[in-house]
Nanobody
Framework: QVQLVESGGGLVQAGGSLRLSCAVSGLTMDKYRMGWFRQAPGRERDFVAGINWSGSYTYYADSVQGRFTISRDNAKNLVYLQMNSLKPEDTAVYYC?????????????????WGQGTRVTVSS
């Protein structure tokens, strides 16, 4: 059974940092590219960051470029999202997801497995 479990969310002041983790089980992690998405209240789920199988290539939404960093540790079956210089508009539920094929990392429809999400709230 495939499981993706996010952790590390919480309440932080604007300008602060958080590191989200995604623990992956039930699949061979180095055969999957990984992504982080987020969904703010009343809005659609949006792409945040993606990473290829080895971690050698990363991709970011324009809104987080330069502030967020995605990384992975295949030996530990973990994916991370380091979030710095947080803004109130970063408030959302953050989801980890895994994609087995060569689909568009920025497209929700391309992903095979999803976590349940972790909530991030940034106060002004």
């Amino acid at each position: 059974q495939v499981q993706l479990v996010e952790s590390g969310g919480g309440l932080v002041q604007a300008g602060g940092s958080l590191r989200l983790s995604c623990a992956v089980s039930g699949l061979t992690m180095d055969k999957y590219r990984m992504g982080w998405f987020r969904q703010a209240p009343g809005r659609e789920r949006d792409f945040v960051a993606g990473i290829n199988w080895s971690g050698s290539y990363t991709y970011y939404a324009d809104s987080v470029q330069g502030r967020f960093t995605i990384s992975r540790d295949n030996a530990k079956n973990l994916v991370y999202l380091q979030m710095n210089s947080l803004k109130p508009e970063d408030t959302a539920v953050y989801y980890c997801a895994a994609i087995s094929g060569f689909g568009d990392l920025r497209s929700m429809a391309a992903y095979n497995f999803w976590g349940q999400g972790t909530r991030v709230t940034v106060s002004s």
